[in-house]
């Protein structure tokens, strides 16, 4: 079973910037691509931004150039560098492995206008 701890969720406001981390274990992470995911309320979760188990990124076109996907495969640690914020990114942000099926609770992320 794996298990996924997000963190760095909270309110900002609009144009502002935050940081999510995810730290996983029960899997080995340096071999698995990892992704953020978001679902906001009454929508369908949505997936924002996955990175490869060699580093390579794709994004959401709703997030391209402002939000940021990396991974430290040391500390078995996945980010989400989010700028530019705007009230319609404020969901509640999952990490998540595509060939698994656990997710964690997940992060809030609020966004004031």
């Known amino acids: 079973q794996v298990q996924l701890v997000e963190s760095g969720g909270g309110l900002v406001q609009a144009g502002g910037s935050l940081t999510l981390s995810c730290a996983a274990s029960g899997i080995i992470f340096s071999i698995n691509a990892v992704g953020w995911y978001r679902q906001a309320p009454g929508k369908q979760r949505e997936l924002v931004a996955v990175i490869s188990s060699g580093g390579s990124p794709n994004y959401a076109d709703s997030v391209k150039g402002r939000f940021t996907i990396s991974r430290d495969n040391a500390k078995n640690t996945v980010y989400l560098q989010m700028n530019s914020l705007k009230p319609e990114d404020t969901a509640v942000y999952y990490c998540?492995?595509?060939?698994?099926?656990?997710w964690g609770q997940g992060t809030q992320v609020t966004v004031s206008s």
């Open positions: 998540h492995f595509p060939h698994y099926d656990d």
